[in-house]
């Protein structure tokens, strides 16, 4: 949370969706799950994203996730393809049962006011491609909007991202379609565009330790000039912003831990980052993080910002 909110501040325009949660474990009443759906003030459009097979259990889940505040839609992860999500027929196994996904889809519609949108992707292998029969069982559903991953559960996220299958998708549909996989510069945004005329782009891993890029491409998008990267100092202090407001929303413990991920990547392409990133990789105490940040910033000569 604490990172998509840094997001959208820089973006308010910005459409965040939370990490998949588990419709059973909510619907169960598992309060570690519950916390995952908080979204914050900052987030203008943002989704929680259910993942479930069960038609029953994701409507509940969404009934209750769609009365939280700040919670503008429900998204249906059916495109997940870790092991033990397929395993119990959730995430993209839902691919391989399009009546089943049809079921869940609509179930969820009924059940909420909220736009449902479905993120799915091109398929489960390259011998079983159909995302395009899919992306039209969706919309009959009652889909409000769909996202599309170029690759398939097979490929997990190796290989690039195909962009064929999402200007397929769009083609058959009405509702807006969002382009997914490997959108990692402007300039990449803008290739997907003209391949696909996706409605909308999503960006994963390329936004870790780079919030900004976002910015720079929605101006690419619109035809404006993206705004130059932040100076390594500003930079930091971001990261370190981040892991202010991490630490208050799940404690000092969990956040020092999540912080070590996060700054080797707010920590990419600075001179000596794989020197740094060994003890990014190792920041226990706040303390810890904020030595570390005082040493890059003042080794980078940017300590006068
Ligand atoms: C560690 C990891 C966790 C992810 N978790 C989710 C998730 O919870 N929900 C989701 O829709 N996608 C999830 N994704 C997939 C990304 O949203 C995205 O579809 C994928 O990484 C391709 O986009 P990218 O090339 O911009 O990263 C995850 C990806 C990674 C690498």
């Given at each position: 949370?604490?990172?998509?909110?840094?997001c959208?501040?820089?973006l308010?325009?910005l459409?965040?969706?939370?990490?998949?949660?588990?419709?059973?474990?909510?619907?169960?009443?598992?309060?570690?799950?519950?916390?995952?759906?908080?979204?914050?003030?900052?987030?203008?459009?943002?989704?929680?994203?259910?993942?479930?097979?069960?038609?029953?259990?994701?409507?509940?889940?969404?009934?209750?996730?769609?009365?939280?505040?700040?919670?503008?839609?429900?998204?249906?992860?059916?495109?997940?393809?870790?092991?033990?999500?397929?395993?119990?027929?959730?995430?993209?196994?839902?691919?391989?049962?399009?009546?089943?996904?049809?079921?869940?889809?609509?179930?969820?519609?009924?059940?909420?006011?909220?736009?449902?949108?479905?993120?799915?992707?091109?398929?489960?292998?390259?011998?079983?491609?159909?995302?395009?029969?899919?992306?039209?069982?969706?919309?009959?559903?009652?889909?409000?909007?769909?996202?599309?991953?170029?690759?398939?559960?097979?490929?997990?996220?190796?290989?690039?991202?195909?962009?064929?299958?999402?200007?397929?998708?769009?083609?058959?549909?009405?509702?807006?379609?969002?382009?997914?996989?490997?959108?990692?510069?402007?300039?990449?945004?803008?290739?997907?565009?003209?391949?696909?005329?996706?409605?909308?782009?999503?960006?994963?891993?390329?936004?870790?330790?780079?919030?900004?890029l976002l910015a720079?491409?929605?101006?690419?998008?619109?035809?404006?000039?993206?705004?130059?990267?932040?100076?390594?100092?500003?930079?930091?202090?971001?990261?370190?912003?981040?892991?202010?407001?991490?630490?208050?929303?799940?404690?000092?413990?969990?956040?020092?831990?999540?912080?070590?991920?996060?700054?080797?990547?707010?920590?990419?392409?600075?001179?000596?980052?794989?020197?740094?990133?060994?003890?990014?990789?190792?920041?226990?105490?706040?303390?810890?993080?904020?030595?570390?940040?005082?040493?890059?910033?003042?080794?980078?000569?940017?300590?006068?910002?």
């Amino acid at each position: 949370m604490a990172f998509r909110s840094l997001c959208a501040s820089l973006l308010p325009s910005l459409r965040t969706t939370t990490e998949m949660v588990s419709a059973k474990a909510l619907c169960y009443g598992n309060a570690k799950t519950a916390v995952l759906t908080r979204v914050s003030p900052a987030e203008r459009h943002a989704s929680v994203q259910l993942f479930g097979s069960d038609p029953e259990i994701m409507a509940c889940a969404a009934r209750q996730t769609a009365a939280l505040p700040g919670v503008t839609a429900i998204d249906i992860n059916m495109g997940c393809p870790t092991p033990k999500i397929v395993a119990c027929g959730d995430g993209c196994a839902l691919m391989r049962h399009p009546e089943k996904a049809r079921a869940v889809i609509a179930a969820v519609v009924a059940a909420v006011d909220l736009p449902v949108t479905v993120k799915f992707r091109k398929g489960w292998d390259s011998a079983h491609v159909n995302c395009v029969e899919f992306a039209e069982a969706a919309e009959a559903a009652g889909a409000a909007a769909l996202c599309v991953h170029g690759r398939t559960r097979a490929q997990l996220y190796s290989g690039r991202a195909d962009r064929k299958c999402i200007a397929a998708v769009k083609r058959a549909v009405g509702i807006p379609v969002t382009a997914n996989g490997d959108i990692d510069s402007p300039e990449a945004a803008l290739r997907c565009r003209a391949a696909t005329n996706a409605d909308m782009y999503m960006v994963g891993r390329a936004a870790f330790g780079n919030p900004w890029l976002l910015a720079q491409i929605d101006s690419a998008l619109r035809g404006l000039p993206p705004p130059p990267p932040p100076p390594v100092a500003e930079r930091l202090e971001t990261a370190r912003e981040q892991f202010t407001q991490a630490a208050k929303d799940k404690g000092e413990k969990a956040a020092c831990l999540e912080a070590r991920r996060h700054l080797s990547w707010y920590l990419r392409g600075i001179p000596g980052a794989a020197y740094y990133r060994r003890e990014a990789s190792a920041v226990s105490t706040p303390e810890d993080i904020s030595r570390l940040i005082a040493r890059v910033t003042r080794d980078c000569g940017c300590d006068n910002g």
